[in-house]
């Protein structure tokens, strides 16, 4: 059975409402720290000890390791936990470990797996003594950081049963799969990386400027848009050449400049007459940095509470930001000109400043979603890090000038 089938979520997570609040509470900082201690998870006896990728899967409000031949493909009903842990020089010569936690939200998971991602991600934070950046990603915006992490990401439809989830038992019919292969944007400088995506198995999902992979199970067709890149195409060869490994079937390479080209278009349902519409339709645009084509000047606020009361307040934009204008008695908010939401923690801030980070940043994305109904400033990427222990990307965006 395919894993989307017999699934029913009965509520998912709205990340409009709520970017999981609890984090920074005071029941969270009571239990973290023994819940991390016994959680089976994390004493493996390599997790935060050596260097590499660990991902789990949020199974029944359980932590569950995914394979390592399975790293790199999510689902998209689902909630997972991401720890990369690389090893490097500190300025003293010596040899430390950093650690990055990203905890990654399906565009259809269920409340309780977000719930229990974010939570368990301040479990392994306080398991690696606070040491680590906190990543929020959205399947529909993933941080550059995150992208990084994978030679291919490939989303899939559907997701694991959970506690809120009911599973019917029928027999369900062959499957037809539609995988997207496209380009996406990395950073300011335009690199690109190649992202796989399971899409609706029809004709209205294709495109001129990508590949398609069309697996009908005793068959495999690929689809080459007229305007699709080398590099794309590449990608495409490599994941059918995966997909073949496991089953011995036909694999047909047809490019949309071809007279058979309406050979696959007929397989996803269409008729004769469609081909009409499909050029005339706008291209897909493949997900990628929320706020692309309109960034805005870089802008960082300090949240302080040395008045008596809460206070946040814009203290540099453009740029006028820089590493200097972070003060370790306070925590602030770095709005990387709409690629990115940093929040820094200072060393010496007070407990209650620090409890505030996500709150506050989720108050300022409502203020951005405010100006501008059309915006998706909702899906931003959000990260949280302490001084002393920046990560290279933060590093990078608060010293860009």
Not at 230 to 244: F, G, L, R, Y
Not at 273 to 302: C, I, W, Y
Not at 383 to 397: K, W, Y
Request: one cysteine or more; proline letters at 3%.
């Amino acid at each position: 059975m395919a894993p989307n089938h017999g699934l029913v979520h009965l509520k998912e997570y709205d990340i409009k409402d709520s970017n999981v609040e609890l984090i920074g509470t005071d029941i969270d900082h009571q239990v973290k720290y023994n819940s991390a201690a016994t959680e089976p998870a994390w004493n493996d006896g390599a997790v935060g000890i050596s260097p590499g990728l660990f991902i789990w899967r949020i199974e029944n409000f359980a932590v569950v390791p995914v394979p390592k031949e399975s790293y790199g493909s999510f689902f998209e009903g689902d909630s997972y936990i991401v720890l990369h842990t690389e090893q490097i020089k500190s300025q003293e010569g010596d040899a430390k470990l950093i650690h990055d936690i990203f905890f990654w939200l399906g565009a259809h998971t269920s409340q309780d797996e977000a719930g229990t991602a974010a939570y368990k991600t301040v479990e392994l934070d306080e398991f690696l003594r606070g040491a680590a950046t906190q990543h929020r990603e959205l399947q529909d915006s993933p941080s550059d950081d995150f992208l990084e992490l994978f030679p291919r990401l490939t989303v899939r439809r559907g997701g694991v049963a959970s506690g809120f989830r009911h599973v019917e038992e029928q027999v369900q019919p062959d499957i037809t799969t539609l995988l997207r292969v496209f380009k996406r944007n990395v950073g300011r400088g335009g690199r690109r990386t190649v992202v796989v995506y399971e899409v609706e198995p029809t004709w209205h999902s294709l495109d001129e400027e990508d590949v398609f992979i069309l697996d009908k199970g005793d068959a495999i067709l690929v689809w080459q848009g007229k305007r699709c890149s080398p590099m794309e195409k590449a990608k495409a060869a490599q994941i059918v050449h995966d997909m073949t490994l496991a089953k011995h079937v036909e694999v047909e390479v047809i490019s949309q400049s071809e007279s058979r080209s309406f050979r696959f278009f007929r397989e996803l349902g269409a008729g004769e007459d469609d081909t009409a519409d499909f050029h005339a339709a706008k291209p897909m645009q493949p997900f990628g940095n929320v706020m692309e084509g309109s960034l805005r000047p870089r802008r960082l606020f300090r949240l302080s509470d040395a008045s008596g009361k809460l206070t946040f307040e814009l203290v540099g934009e453009g740029e006028a930001v820089s590493e200097s204008d972070l003060d370790g008695n306070d925590v602030f908010l770095l709005d990387d000109g709409g690629m990115e939401i940093w929040v820094w923690e200072g060393s010496a801030a007070s407990r209650a400043e620090k409890a505030m980070w996500l709150r506050v940043a989720q108050a300022y994305v409502r203020q951005l979603q405010g100006e501008d109904e059309g915006s998706q400033a909702y899906l931003l990427p959000v990260a949280n890090v302490r001084q002393g222990r920046e990560s290279a990307s933060f590093r990078r965006a608060i010293q860009a000038a």
